[in-house]
Structures are given as structure tokens and as C-alpha cells.
């Protein structure tokens, strides 16, 4: 039973460019949320997708997009990218019933120069 | 909002016994999540307490005091892959959202 599968590992980008993280949650879960974790700190919470809407959304700004997909694997759109997005972009997945715990991803490296 | 107090911290040696503890503030009834993460790694569940009282897990002990807005993980017999980053998260009881608000948390480092 494969767990929560992130792509790619790891991304260099420049300013103002833009970013698609990818996200395939772990099987029999139907949500998944995105936590960007900057180096020394915990993760922040950015948004959560459910039946493919977003549900919550935390204080990220609009360039902070995202998708889920019928399968309920999920995307994570940045626009714009300012040094300050550098961080490891976490993905995990829970069950909405249930109260189960988030299984994460392995994260991606994105790292904006 | 939320907010959340774990030592930044803790430093111990192989064999012993730590407690991480947790104050956190909620506006609402929460239970208590802990999570591990090694450095370069994804952050991996530990342990929830929805109600008061101690859960044990093998090496793992993680305590609940919901009126105290309180809880601590207790680690015995340390081993050296014991160290790493403890996250406490307030989580609602009844179904996951997957919002979940960390703290710094806090470095456990274990010394031979």
C-alpha cells in the first residue's frame, strides 16, 4: 500500500517564475492538504482540498493556488516565486470521516534563486 | 486562533527518559497529535489523545489534560534514531479536516 507520493523531490526555479508541485495521497483518502515548512520551523498550513474544492485555506496570498483531481490526487500552483518560497512543500492525506490521522508526503525542495 | 509552547530543545542521553511537553490555546474542543520528523524527512504520526489520560505505544507515551490545555510525550529507553523534531498539534476529534497548526516544535538531540 503505497503512502502519500510526492513529485519531484526536489526544484530550482528563479524569481517570477512559476511551480507545479504534485500530489497522490495515500490509498482510501479523500483529502489532502499542503504545509510549506521553511527550514528550523514547523509546517504552516496553506490549503486543504476536498471533492475537489478548496476547503480551508491558511494566510498564504493568492499566488498560492492549487487542484485536486477526481482520483483525489492534488496539485500545488505557486506564481510569481519570490526568494521567500524556498522551503520543503509538504503534502498530506487523511480520511474526512473518522478522525484519522495526516500521513505525509516526503516533501518537495523547492529552492528559488 | 491557536497557539502552541513546546521547548525549543532537549537534550538526552541513550537509555533514558524525556517528556516533551504541550500548552497549546484553542477556541474550540481539540485532542492532541504528535508527530516525528528526521531531518530531511516527512513529519510521521505518533500518537493522538482525544480523551484525558495516558496512551502507550510501545516506547511511546503521550498524556492529555483538556482542561489544562495540556499534554506531554514521554519517550523511554532513548535510542539514537530517537533524535529528531517533536511536533504537538491540537486536532478536532471527530473527522480530520487536515488542518493541523505545528509549532516550532521541539529538537530532541540523544547522546550516546
Known amino acids: 500500500d503505497a503512502g502519500v507520493t510526492q513529485s519531484p523531490t526536489h526544484l530550482i526555479k528563479t524569481r517570477g517564475q512559476q511551480v507545479t508541485l504534485r500530489c497522490s495521497p495515500k490509498s482510501g483518502h479523500d483529502t489532502v492538504s499542503w504545509y510549506q515548512q521553511a527550514l528550523g520551523q514547523g509546517p504552516q498550513f496553506i490549503f486543504q482540498y476536498y471533492e475537489e474544492e478548496e476547503r480551508q485555506r491558511g494566510n498564504f496570498p493568492d499566488r498560492f493556488s492549487g487542484h485536486q483531481f477526481p482520483n483525489y490526487s492534488s496539485e500545488l500552483n505557486v506564481n510569481a516565486l519570490l526568494l521567500g518560497d524556498s522551503a520543503l512543500y509538504l503534502c498530506?492525506?487523511?480520511?474526512?470521516?473518522?478522525?484519522?490521522?495526516?500521513?505525509f508526503g516526503n516533501g518537495t525542495r523547492l529552492t528559488v534563486t | 486562533g491557536q497557539s502552541l509552547e513546546q521547548p525549543s530543545e532537549v537534550t538526552a542521553v541513550e537509555g533514558a527518559i524525556v517528556q516533551i511537553n504541550c500548552t497549546y490555546q484553542?477556541?474550540?474542543?481539540?485532542?492532541l497529535s504528535w508527530y516525528q520528523q528526521h531531518d530531511g524527512g516527512a513529519p510521521t504520526f505518533l500518537s493522538y489523545?482525544?480523551?484525558?489520560g495516558l496512551e502507550e505505544t510501545g516506547r511511546f507515551s503521550s498524556f492529555l489534560s483538556r482542561s489544562d490545555s495540556y499534554g506531554y510525550l514521554l519517550l523511554q529507553e532513548l535510542q539514537m534514531k530517537d533524535s529528531a523534531s517533536y511536533f504537538c498539534a491540537p486536532q478536532r476529534p471527530s473527522g480530520n479536516t487536515g488542518k493541523l497548526i505545528f509549532g516550532q516544535g521541539t529538537t530532541l538531540q540523544v547522546k550516546p
Open positions: 498530506a492525506s487523511t480520511k474526512t470521516e473518522g478522525g484519522s490521522p495526516l500521513h
Open positions: 489523545n482525544a480523551l484525558d
Open positions: 484553542t477556541s474550540g474542543f481539540y485532542g
